[in-house]
């Protein structure tokens, strides 16, 4: 009870910002559905590259295709937009012009605080009750007890290296923080304020004194110290990556020896045949990580197709096919004996049902004012702060 009041005092804290201090009362409230009727015959979604392949109108790679056997069931023919980062989908949403989106945890609550998206009636999702228990009612898509959506799959944001540069194994993100690495001018990091995050989970480990005990919930003088971090990063900073592509080509063109990234660049190098190859690990300090939700907008023009989107996207054939081809952890253990049969050990790879694992990874998820981590005699900096602090870290 007591996490769901601080993700509730969260909540009005956000909606607080988006109606510029008028209060959550004028926040939009949507209906939960009660049933699920016949396609409308069309699907518009925003989803991060690589969720949506194949079909009518998904993103289109060779020997991959997820989409079309979805359209031919339902009748429902999918158009995606790629999203940039979290902020992008955010605002695209706002337009009304998209059914669904996979929001990351930094986008969900500013979607939900903004009336954007409606709370789900999972009883009218059957491929739910399957999913991995670690999955389901977490801080970031739950609000009082009421779901807002279905996972998608899971992963940890991984430490990548280039082995022929980086020769000594990394086992901490020192590598990439720290003044004296040995990799200047070659170390990449993620171009997007929640990265501030990455930096205060290695202060939560490196500098106790700071009393940082949750990666998203930084008072001023929390914030300011992971701020002092990432100055001192950018020193070592060849570029930073904004989309899975700038890092992909950066590493594969040599600007690039090591970073944070996800699982999916590591597999999309090593799977192109060229000269580079990679290596990724999980630093003994732990990781932020994501696990996105598949939401439905309060404005969907195409609510049954959507709903059926989400049933289908955590069927076990579907989500073995876009998490083996992203590269990360199935939902259920259907998804992973379907996954098995394309990547043999990619359930254990990735850590599907290790719960053991994802304790020290810390899914993305939105700063507030309303301190994430419990605190009441403070105020915590919110997601304008922690993007006031990133525009200030790296000029841009």
Known sequence: ????????????????????????????????????????????????????????????????????PFEQASGCKVTVKVGLDSSNMVQLMKTGEYDGVSASGDATLRLI?????????????????????GLKNQPYN???????????????????????????????????????????GKVTAYN??????????????????????????????????????????????????????????????????????WQYQANTINAAGGDVKVEATKPKEGATGWSDTWMISSKAKHPNCMYKWMDYIISPKANADVTVYFGEAPVSEAACA???????????????????YFKDVWYWNTPTVTCLDGRTDVKCTDFDAWTKAWTDVTGS
């Open 142 to 184: 739950t609000v009082d007890g009421q779901s807002y959506g279905v996972p998608h799959g899971r992963g940890a944001n991984v430490l990548m290296y280039n082995p022929a540069v980086v020769t000594t194994p990394p086992d901490s993100w020192s590598a990439v923080f720290e003044a004296d690495s040995p990799y200047k």
């Open 338 to 356: 379907e996954a098995e049969k394309q990547s043999p050990g990619h359930c254990d790879t990735f850590h599907a049902n290790d719960e053991t």
């Open 192 to 261: 997007y304020a929640i990265y501030i995050a990455d930096a205060a989970l290695y202060l939560m480990k490196t500098k106790p004194d700071l009393k940082i005990t949750n990666p998203y919930s930084l008072d001023e003088t929390q914030l300011a110290a992971a701020v002092d971090l990432l100055k001192q990063q950018k020193t070592l900073v060849s570029k930073y990556w904004g989309t899975a592509q700038e890092e992909i080509d950066g590493f594969a063109n040599g600007d690039m020896a090591i970073g944070t990234a």
């Open 1 to 68: 009870m007591r996490k769901q009041m601080l993700v509730l005092g969260a909540i009005a804290a956000i909606a607080v910002s988006a109606c510029g201090g008028g209060g959550s009362a004028g926040t939009p409230k949507p209906s939960v559905r009660t049933a699920v009727g016949d396609g409308e015959g069309a699907l518009n979604l925003v989803a991060w590259s690589g969720y949506v392949v194949g079909g009518t109108g998904g993103e289109q790679v060779e020997g991959y295709d997820w989409v079309t």
């Open 113 to 133: 605080a903004g009336g954007d998206v409606s709370p789900v009636n999972l009883d009218l999702i059957p491929n739910y009750k399957d999913v991995f228990e």
